[in-house]
């Protein structure tokens, strides 16, 4: 027991002097030289030519078109989330009719793609 308590005591003053912080080493104030930047005016432009993955892009618009055709609800968000944690019963009555108008749209939608000439 007598060992364990040495051994204990001189890794615990082991570690104090290795683990001694060390000064941070702050560089010489001074000015940096990016060298010659070129003086250029970029152009973007916010239409990117999809080229070759064209079609991801269409199926990517189409399953949303599918999921969320109808506008988001920003009023009705921002209402809930700047409420405490009360909300009135006809907030909660919203809500329902969206979801519940978002599931009508995508069955019909769904099932009339599947009657479609193309299934």
Same mark, same amino acid.
């Not at 080493?25 to 990117?48: E, Q, R």
């Given at each position: 027991?007598?060992? @364990? #308590?040495? +051994? #204990?005591?001189? #890794?615990? &003053? ?16 001074? =000015? +940096?030289? %990016?060298? &010659? ?6 152009? =973007?432009?916010?239409?990117? @030519? /999809?080229?070759?993955?064209?079609? +991801? &892009?269409?199926?990517?618009?189409? %399953?949303?078109?599918?999921? !969320? /055709?109808?506008?988001?609800? $920003? ?6 989330? !700047?409420?405490? &944690?009360?909300?009135? $019963? ?8 969206? +979801?519940?108008?978002?599931?009508? =749209?995508?069955?019909?939608?769904? #099932? ?6 193309? %299934?």
């Amino acid at each position: 027991m007598a060992v @364990e #308590l040495c +051994l #204990l005591l001189l #890794l615990l &003053f082991c570690g104090s002097t290795v683990s001694e912080v060390q000064p941070i080493y702050k560089p010489p104030p001074g =000015t +940096l030289d %990016f060298g &010659f930047v070129p003086a250029k005016t970029y152009d =973007t432009g916010a239409y990117h @030519e /999809p080229g070759p993955i064209g079609i +991801l &892009f269409k199926i990517v618009h189409a %399953f949303l078109y599918l999921v !969320q /055709p109808n506008p988001f609800p $920003q009023d009705l968000i921002r209402k809930v989330a !700047q409420q405490k &944690f009360g909300n009135t $019963q006809g907030d909660y009555q919203k809500q329902i009719d969206y +979801l519940v108008s978002q599931y009508n =749209t995508t069955k019909d939608k769904a #099932l009339s793609d599947l009657n479609s000439k193309y %299934f």
